[in-house]
């Protein structure tokens, strides 16, 4: 086994820990109070190649592969999980679900703009009465010949205000159930398409979550995502790969914290030591980085499984169960290493574990992801 990463590897690791520290770093407390994250730094990350890393060249994506994707969710996640999420869906999610699922003309009018930052992107699956069950779609969408006509509501929507081309999973036949849904490319803009207000959240505060109201919105035939009923295994098979993605969001939020913690240890005195000097806290330090260091061993088999072409449903779903465990654990304990400081915002530990929750929460709660893994490997 060789776990060397190659030279191009280390170049986009530096290169988004560069960045995440000069651009990030300075007003990541802002954005997290404000609740807001301002453009012009979305059109950096995409700039810099951050919005398409793993797309087709061809299509304005850097062709890179998933390894060098978690390397930089990473090293993002590690300063400001906020400005990782939209990476993660915009990557993972939208820019992977159409260079692979999508038409010629979709991948041409689409993904060529998501992958350079020009526009934004959104996946659109959960709903108020769907959110782990995802085939109970209330959203549907009506065939009327050479288009559809979609009603309903998604809830949670990451990138909800911020994006352009938002993924929508409805249902075009309830009898035939998970085989009766669909996915769309829908527009922002097009009638009847309304964005609700801005959800206030605990963590992940600089990006913005919405509810969507869809009424009577025309979408051309031509925005069906695959053949009639694919939407539901476009879900799915999105949703695994995007999990590798959140997976190493939550080993850098873990990450962040430990160097953190890690570095204030080593500067702070009790007891006429540095607190590091004491076991109570060495021991500590040795938990966090064992866990983080068998978080880092699934997220990267799970990236050189989907890297392989192997199946990745399995170490996906391990790699984000055991990653998000570790990034609360972890954070938890930051924050008591700092004591006190570690309850004020500007030692960005609090902020780093109200980050951690969402982790075990979306593209699949923990929960989901036992199902997925328990199904595997009970199968044989
Ligand atoms: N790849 C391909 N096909 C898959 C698949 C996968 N990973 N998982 C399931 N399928 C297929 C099955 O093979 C089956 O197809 P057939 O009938 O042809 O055999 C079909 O899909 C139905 O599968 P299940 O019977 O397993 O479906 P289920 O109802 O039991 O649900 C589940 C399975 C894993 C629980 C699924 O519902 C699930 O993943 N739920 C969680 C949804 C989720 O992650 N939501 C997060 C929202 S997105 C988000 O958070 C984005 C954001 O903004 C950050």
Request: hydrophobic share 35%; charged share 25%.
């Amino acid at each position: 086994m060789d776990f060397k990463f190659t030279e191009e590897h280390i170049m986009i690791r530096d290169a988004a820990r560069d960045f995440a520290k000069t651009e990030l770093l300075p007003g990541v407390i802002e954005r997290d109070e404000k609740q807001e994250f301002p453009k012009e730094l979305i059109k950096k990350m995409g700039n810099l190649g951050f919005l398409g890393m793993m797309a087709s060249p061809e299509y304005g994506g850097g062709g890179m592969d998933t390894i060098s994707y978690v390397l930089a969710m990473e090293e993002l996640s590690k300063i400001d999980a906020s400005a990782s999420v939209m990476v993660s869906v915009n990557n993972s999610l939208v820019c992977w679900g159409l260079d692979t699922f999508g038409t010629e003309e979709q991948k041409k009018k689409y993904l060529s703009k998501l992958t350079t930052g020009e526009k934004l992107g959104a996946f659109c699956l959960s709903e108020p009465e769907a959110g782990s069950d995802a085939t109970s779609q209330r959203t549907t969408a009506i065939d009327k010949g050479d288009h559809y006509i979609l009603n309903g509501t998604k809830n949670w929507i990451t990138n909800g205000s911020s994006a352009d081309y938002f993924l929508v999973i409805a249902q075009t036949d309830k009898e035939k159930k998970h085989k009766g849904i669909n996915a769309f490319i829908v527009e922002k803009g097009w009638e009847g398409f309304e964005i609700g207000p801005k959800e206030q959240k605990l963590g992940i505060r600089g990006s913005d979550t919405h509810s969507l109201n869809f009424n009577d919105v025309k979408v051309p035939k031509e925005n069906r995502i695959g053949e009639d009923g694919f939407g539901f295994k476009f879900a799915m098979k999105t949703l695994s790969g995007g999990r590798i993605g959140i997976a190493a969001q939550a080993l850098g939020i873990a990450s962040g914290a430990y160097e953190l913690a890690k570095d204030y240890s080593k500067q702070r005195k009790a007891f006429g030591t540095e607190i590091c000097n004491h076991q109570a806290i060495a021991f500590k330090l040795a938990d966090m980085h064992t866990q983080i260091e068998a978080a880092r061993h699934l997220v990267m088999k799970a990236a050189w499984d989907k890297d392989q072409g192997n199946n990745y449903d399995l170490s996906g779903a391990m790699a984000k169960l055991h990653a998000s465990q570790t990034a609360m654990d972890v954070t938890v304990e930051a924050v008591q290493v700092h004591g006190g400081n570690g309850y004020v915002k500007e030692y960005h530990v609090e902020r780093l574990m109200r980050d951690a929750k969402i982790t075990q929460i979306y593209e699949g709660t923990s929960e989901i992801q036992k199902i997925v893994i328990s199904r595997s490997i009970l199968k044989d």
